[in-house]
Nanobody
């Protein structure tokens, strides 16, 4: 199971840190990712990290602002979001991959958290 937390209301230019706690024995050997879904839009890739944390990828829209990290000892993955914009508003989902390497496609992820809402006001 994946449990996401840390969402909330923030002004444009502000920061939030999302966390996702995982249970199960496969966390440390699988890639993890964050996706988001804005109202009325399809779910989109935000960022992903390999099993070891040695490889990351991010959507162009968040590069330089968002940082994904993980702690395999604590079974957690985090998303540090800085310089937030109103267009970052949405429900953010953490997901556990089918493989060890990061991937931007949602069909490559087999477990999903319940989502946490991020609202960025202008």
């Amino acid at each position: 199971q994946l449990q996401a937390s840390g969402g909330g209301l923030v002004q444009a230019g502000g920061s939030l840190r999302l966390s996702c706690a995982a249970s199960g024995r496969t966390f440390s050997v699988r890639a993890m990712a964050w996706f988001r879904q804005a109202p009325g839009k399809e779910r989109e890739f935000v960022a992903a990290i390999s099993w070891s944390g040695g490889s990351t990828s991010a959507a162009d829209s968040v590069k330089g602002r968002f940082t994904i990290s993980r702690d395999n000892a604590k079974n957690t993955v985090s998303l540090q979001m800085n310089s937030l914009k109103p267009e970052d508003t949405g429900v953010y989902y953490c997901a556990q991959g089918r493989t060890a390497m990061p991937d931007p496609y949602d069909y490559e992820y087999e477990q999903w958290g319940q989502g946490t809402l991020v609202t960025v006001s202008s």
